[in-house]
């Protein structure tokens, strides 16, 4: 059944709001009042999402039309169950982002703090906007709105680093984005509707193969970008120069996330399974998939760079989704439905303890951190359970995504990618394994930078940063036990898969 509501409009408007009032009061009053917007406009957003999930898990969709774009093509919101799974994790995650943030700006003495806020909140609009869009227009409006307004927040710090990087991750993004929008167009013009359909609205054999192919590719290339699939991952990497609640923002919370919500959107409610399988253009995707995860595992063993090896961690991990959405078995599209849940809370987690550490300690390198779980004991033992929950370890929520993922391939008869994921696995533990044992090693005190903390000891972070790193560790392990807790996220990806393959080997 569908609602007439306005709920999921006033979601994605909230932030919009609250952004508008940081920037016309931000620098006239206190920061407290500019901390309290951010605050309330999260907490807010998240009750209006999460009102609606019960409608949702009984098989109801709220709708709301803006108005009538063109002919046939509607600025319009609605709520299936893939994406209240992408809204109920960046909601609720800006609550948790917007303390940590209030916490790092603070102890590290942050410059431009209300143009920071002002662009997190547009970008987590943004957020909202693409998980309830109702077709391919508004969800290209909401993505290259989301593009622009993480733009400020890659350059930050003003200088010529952070400019270079900013302006290298538009290139990347938008290029892709009209590249996207052509292939948008193309099939508005060919099929006569944008709107998203469970399995897809494009027939198998409708274009011929290789004129399918490429309309596939086109639009599948603005999905690929933001969720870093190699060779189109440069502009990641560089973007780790933003301050550390930022790299949790693209890691965890929008940014690539929202290219792995593009990709599951073009296959399974633009193409469909059957489309694509005929094609051949599942295979093309999950190949340079299974390439990323493996390639990016390697090169984040040779980082001594904290962040810059949880940025390549990322690329690896977002492509576990990609791959999953590609086998297009019912297993594997939920498994990876649900690792955007289980990535989103335990890279959040490894970010926010790497930004603690950064702001505590002023350390931003592996090799200076010996002994730092003597100083920093909640932070590091935080760390070391997300990085267990990376590499796929059961009782956390990285295992029950990357479970059904394996048992989809295995299903479909490609185990090839099975190995692929048991490999990466493997190869995570041998990244970030090394990490947790450097932070509980018996050597010395770790090299304090007291320039840049102002002291030569120090305790754990600060609450502010504390807080929400162990909610979201917490969080991880409770969703590794009863992958249901809370808004049934589990069955909201087992109801969108469902729904995607038509109930053909329903998952149990």
Not at 12 to 40: C, Q
Not at 344 to 369: D, H, Q
């Amino acid at each position: 059944m569908t609602i007439l509501s306005i709920i999921p409009f006033l979601a994605v408007v909230v932030s919009l709001a609250a952004a508008f009032l940081i920037l016309v009061f931000g620098n006239r009053v206190k920061p407290n009042v500019r901390e309290a917007v951010t605050l309330l406009a999260a907490v807010i957003k998240a009750a209006l999402v999460f009102s609606m999930v019960p409608a949702v898990l009984k098989g109801n969709e709220y709708y709301f039309c803006l108005w009538e774009i063109a002919d046939g093509v509607e600025l319009a919101f609605r709520t299936d169950a893939a994406g209240m799974v992408f809204a109920c994790v960046a909601s609720g995650l800006w609550i948790v982002t917007s303390v940590y943030s209030i916490g790092y700006m603070r102890g590290h003495h942050e410059k431009n703090q209300t143009g920071y806020f002002a662009a997190f909140a547009v970008c987590l609009s943004s957020a909202i906007g693409i998980s309830f869009a109702a077709n391919l227009v508004t969800f290209f409006i909401f993505y290259e709105m989301l593009t622009v307004a993480t733009y400020p927040l890659v350059a930050h710090y003003r200088d010529d680093k952070a400019k270079a990087s900013g302006r290298k991750y538009l290139a990347y993004t938008l290029i892709s984005g009209q590249l996207f929008f052509a292939a948008i167009a193309a099939v508005y013009v060919i099929y006569g509707t944008c709107d998203f359909r469970a399995g897809g609205f494009i027939e198998p054999g409708s274009l011929s193969g290789g004129l399918m192919i490429l309309l596939f590719f086109l639009m599948i290339g603005g999905g690929a970008v933001k969720a870093g699939v190699m060779p189109l991952h440069g502009w990641l990497p560089a973007a780790m120069v933003a301050p550390t609640p930022v790299s949790a923002l693209l890691h965890a919370v929008a940014v690539v996330k929202a290219g792995a919500f593009c990709v599951l959107r073009v296959v399974c409610y633009v193409f469909g399974p059957d489309t694509v399988a005929s094609c051949g253009a599942d295979k093309i995707l999950a190949w340079f998939a299974a390439a990323t995860i493996l390639l990016s595992s390697f090169i984040a063993m040779r980082k001594d760079n904290l962040k810059a090896r949880l940025a390549f961690s990322t690329i690896g991990q977002l492509s576990y989704i990609v791959l999953g959405i590609s086998v297009l078995a019912p297993y594997s599209i939920a498994g990876a439905m649900f690792h955007i849940v289980a990535h989103a809370f335990l890279k959040i987690t490894l970010f926010m303890c790497a930004g603690a550490i950064y702001v505590t300690a002023g350390l931003s390198e592996i090799s200076t951190m010996g002994g730092l779980a003597k100083r920093m004991p909640v932070t590091c033992t935080c760390f070391a359970l997300a990085s267990l929950g990376i590499a796929g370890l059961p009782l956390l929520a990285g295992f029950v995504s990357k479970f059904n993922i394996i048992r989809g391939a295995f299903l479909m008869g490609k185990p090839i990618f099975a190995a692929v994921l048991v490999a990466a696995a493997l190869l995570a533990l041998s990244y970030l394994i090394p990490v947790v044992r450097i932070f509980f090693g018996k050597g010395g005190q770790p090299a304090v930078n007291s320039e840049h903390t102002g002291h030569t000891g120090y305790t754990d972070a600060a609450a502010a940063m504390l807080i929400p790193i162990t909610i979201t560790a917490a969080v991880s392990l409770v969703l590794g036990v009863m992958p249901d807790a809370g808004p049934h996220l589990y069955d909201l990806a087992v109801i969108a898969a469902e729904a995607i393959t038509g109930g053909g080997g329903a998952i149990v």
